[in-house]
């Protein structure tokens, strides 16, 4: 079965510093990725999604993701941390043979400190 | 407005007792599914529906029934909830033209069971 692994539950980082999520998949055929944020008493919200078509993904509020086969991974970043992105972040995977089925990882909460 | 709207949002409800946790969307999605969150374990997909009469398991189905008459709705039904359903549950709907897209999530429903 798919599994998810985000490394690291928490993360804290300076304000203007790199924001670096890792997230790691298991299937040996490249899934969909997505990343979500959760804002505090709040539903998820998309960040940005992987489906093939470029490796390099761009999402909204300067965060961007890099989907590496050869690693099976799709870390999230954006170079300068603003104090609105502490929040939790969630990557999740579907596989492309089954769209309805989403695994989740377990979460990176982001604190950021001025 | 679009929206995905879930209620109630908070319930108290002892053990044994059936309950129904409603959800709606208004964006004309075929697609729609239900997961609890959990500390450190991130989402659990309960289940999800593809469209109206078509329903499959996630990963943790055991202990609630779906049902998808209607595209709007998709009810949760716990028909005998026990205190390890106890957590924070999320629908969510999305369009799922060509492959899994974006989900909107609704705002939550907090269940205690005592």
């Known amino acids: 079965a798919q599994s998810v692994t985000q490394l690291g539950s928490h993360v804290s980082v300076s304000e203007g510093a790199l924001v670096l999520l890792r997230c790691n998949y298991s299937?040996?055929?490249?899934?969909?990725l997505f990343w979500y944020v959760q804002y505090p008493n709040q539903g998820l919200q998309l960040l940005l999604k992987?489906?093939?078509?470029?490796?390099l993904v761009k999402g909204i509020n300067g965060f961007e993701a890099e989907f590496k086969k050869s690693e099976t991974s799709f870390h999230l970043t954006k170079p300068s941390a603003h104090m609105s992105d502490a929040a939790e972040y969630f990557c999740a995977v579907s596989e492309t043979d089954s769209w309805g089925k989403f695994q989740f990882g377990a979460g990176t909460q982001v604190v950021v400190t001025p | 407005e679009a929206q995905v709207t879930q209620n109630p949002r908070y319930l108290i409800t002892v053990t044994g007792k059936k309950l129904t946790v409603t959800c709606s969307q208004n964006m004309n999605h075929e697609y729609m599914s239900w997961y609890r969150q959990d500390p450190g374990l991130g989402l659990r997909q309960i289940y999800y529906s593809m469209n109206v009469e078509v329903t499959d398991k996630g990963d943790v189905p055991e202990g609630y029934k779906v049902s998808r008459k209607e595209k709007r709705n998709f009810p949760l039904i716990l028909e005998s909830p026990s205190p390890n359903q106890t957590s924070l549950y999320f629908c969510?709907?999305?369009?799922?033209?060509?492959?899994?897209?974006?989900?909107?999530f609704g705002p939550g429903t907090r269940l205690t069971v005592l």
């Open positions: 969510a709907s999305s369009l799922m033209a060509g492959g899994p897209n974006e989900q909107f």
């Open positions: 992987y489906t093939s078509a470029a490796t």
């Open positions: 299937s040996s055929v490249p899934p969909y």
